[in-house]
């Protein structure tokens, strides 16, 4: 940097100079299309140097250059804006480096604290294990019996999910339509079942209505699938049937009726066939026990039959919605 300018040796020059360093950088720099080069220096703090410019093709018809004398190897910048440019940006870069120079030494000094007081509460902590480590050992089994309290009252504040929308009324009609018709049928039918049986036979309506509005208002749901609602039905059936044969000596009524819908409702998660309405059929089952093993089978028969056939008219009026179809699976 000169009073008159700022001057930027031909790459050239340097090369041939005696009192250049022999090095490759300088052949490397030419190679990559430099031309010249120029060198501002900074001092921030402790840390001094040299900012190295390197341009590209410059020639006299670049209005920033002109000649810096009678040879061509040197081009001479005089732009007090330009200049002071250069020297900023070499300013900044001096100032970067004295800043990371700062942290490194910052950082080396924290490492050096830390690690003595590691090694202070090192010695604290084996001196403590050994007249503490039962007290240690409750504190943390406190801590993790407070962490799963805490996680499990977090789970029963819900997970905050939105409310599902509301069914438009062409849906609710829909809805109200297979109900009608399916729950009409299920009256027709059992009439006629008891006439024919003198009053003998019926239908579980209850768990029967359920399993209605199982595939009537919950068409995506699993439980209203025709596999579920048959087969759980069956399952549950069959299980509190079986069930009612153990003496009230044996198996008291009131725990007959918590076994039966418990062995029911475990018997359908294994086989992947879940069902409410079925729990249900399984509690009205053993409250039965009062019918003969006869009519307490028909009329398990009668209600696992009356399930599957209501499925037809909930298949036949489900699918006229355009925004519905069920069955999902059989």
Not at 162 to 174: A, D, G, K
Not at 268 to 280: N, Q
Not at 290 to 304: C, D, I, K
């Amino acid at each position: 940097r000169q009073t008159n300018g700022l001057f930027f040796r031909d790459i050239d020059s340097l090369l041939q100079d005696p009192d250049t360093a022999k090095t490759p950088r300088f052949s490397l720099i030419k190679e990559a299309g430099l031309t010249h080069a120029a060198g501002i220096h900074f001092n921030k703090g402790e840390i001094s140097g040299i900012v190295v410019y390197y341009f590209q093709n410059v020639t006299t018809m670049n209005p920033l250059f002109r000649s810096g004398g009678d040879t061509n190897n040197i081009a001479l910048i005089q732009s007090e804006a330009s200049i002071s440019q250069l020297q900023f940006a070499a300013e900044t870069i001096g100032l970067v480096l004295a800043s990371i120079d700062v942290c490194r030494v910052l950082a080396a000094s924290i490492q050096r604290h830390a690690s003595t007081l590691d090694t202070a509460d090192d010695n604290l902590q084996s001196n403590r294990a050994i007249t503490d480590e039962g007290t240690f050992g409750n504190k943390n089994a406190s801590k993790k019996v407070k962490q799963g309290i805490k996680a499990w009252w977090s789970k029963c504040l819900g997970a905050n999910l939105p409310i599902p929308p509301r069914f438009t009324w062409i849906e609710s009609l829909f809805k109200f339509v297979s109900s009608f018709i399916s729950l009409l049928l299920l009256m027709v039918i059992n009439k006629f079942t008891r006439i024919d049986t003198k009053g003998v036979a019926y239908f579980d309506f209850v768990s029967t209505t359920a399993s209605i509005a199982l595939h009537t208002m919950l068409t995506s749901a699993p439980a209203a699938q025709p596999r579920n609602i048959v087969v759980g039905f069956a399952v549950s059936g069959f299980i509190s049937n079986i069930l009612v044969y153990i003496p009230k000596v044996i198996l008291p009524q009131f725990v007959r009726l918590s076994i039966a819908s418990s062995l029911a409702m475990m018997a359908m998660v294994k086989l992947s066939i879940p069902c409410p309405a079925a729990a249900a059929f399984s509690m009205y089952t053993s409250l039965n026990y009062t019918l003969s093993p006869a009519e307490r089978w028909v009329t398990y028969a009668l209600t696992v039959g009356a399930n599957a056939l209501l499925i037809i008219p909930a298949i036949l009026i489900q699918n006229l919605n355009k925004e519905r179809q069920y069955p999902k699976y059989w």
